[in-house]
T-cell receptor, first 114, second 109 residues
Framework: IAGITQAPTSQILAAGRRMTLRCTQD?????MYWYRQDLGLGLRLIHY???????GKGEVPDGYSVSRANTDDFPLTLASAVPSQTSVYFC?????????????FGEGSRLTVL | GQNIDQPTEMTATEGAIVQINCTYQ??????LFWYQQHAGEAPTFLSY??LDGLEEKGRFSSFLSRSKGYSYLLLKELQMKDSASYLC??????????WGAGTKLIIKP
């Protein structure tokens, strides 16, 4: 079934540890995104990639890094996790960044930093 | 700054009609989106408006007025499965999506 796969679905992490959230899509979409969702706030963009080999910073990039070595994969890394990074993280993709822009979301990764 | 406003929570009765409003102030406008998100799940696309007017898709309709910075999502013949959060998002001049905090819709029998 075509779509976006995120892993892990849930993780508890000690502060200061490094963590990589994985995201893979099989729709051959050019654009990919990482959002965090916190209670009472809208989805906030962390990083994005308009095409393989390029990345950009979103609204809340500090403490996070991404890479886009190929079309399908877009991992998000927390170099040294802090409690404020406790959140639900969604990876999303779209065919392009300037078309109708419908985003397809993964099922989310719930991260708790203690 | 950029801002999307929508009510935090609404309650409606099964079989009825509900209108969820969204007002926005953004730097530029390149389309408005509505997404549905059931608790614990990912958002899923409902509608896209880029021109003024009403877009109808089955039981759901979405309206846009660019001059007023206003949109609404209209849900007809409400079903229990419509209980979810509804997210309004606007694509700004940089083609980035600005998201509202979402409206939690509670459907009562």
């Amino acid at each position: 079934i075509a779509g976006i796969t995120q892993a892990p679905t849930s993780q508890i992490l000690a502060a200061g540890r490094r963590m990589t959230l994985r995201c893979t899509q099989d729709m051959r979409h050019n654009a990919m995104y990482w959002y965090r969702q916190d209670l009472g706030l809208g989805l906030r963009l962390i990083h994005y990639s308009n095409t393989a080999g390029t990345t950009g910073k979103g609204e809340v990039p500090d403490g996070y890094s991404v890479s886009r070595a190929n079309t399908d994969d877009f991992p998000l890394t927390l170099a040294s996790a802090v409690p404020s990074q406790t959140s639900v993280y969604f990876c999303a993709s779209s065919e392009g960044s300037r078309d109708t822009g419908e985003l397809f979301f993964g099922e989310g990764s719930r991260l708790t930093v203690l | 700054g950029q801002n999307i406003d929508q009510p935090t929570e609404m309650t409606a009765t099964e079989g009825a009609i509900v209108q969820i409003n969204c007002t926005y102030q953004t730097s530029g406008f390149n389309g408005l989106f509505w997404y549905q998100q059931h608790a614990g799940e990912a958002p899923t696309f409902l509608s896209y408006n880029v021109l003024d007017g009403l877009e109808e898709k089955g039981r759901f309709s979405s309206f846009l007025s660019r001059s007023k910075g206003y949109s609404y999502l209209l849900l007809k013949e409400l079903q229990m499965k419509d209980s979810a959060s509804y997210l309004c998002a606007v694509r700004d001049s940089n083609y980035q999506l600005i998201w509202g905090a979402g409206t939690k819709l509670i459907i009562k029998p």
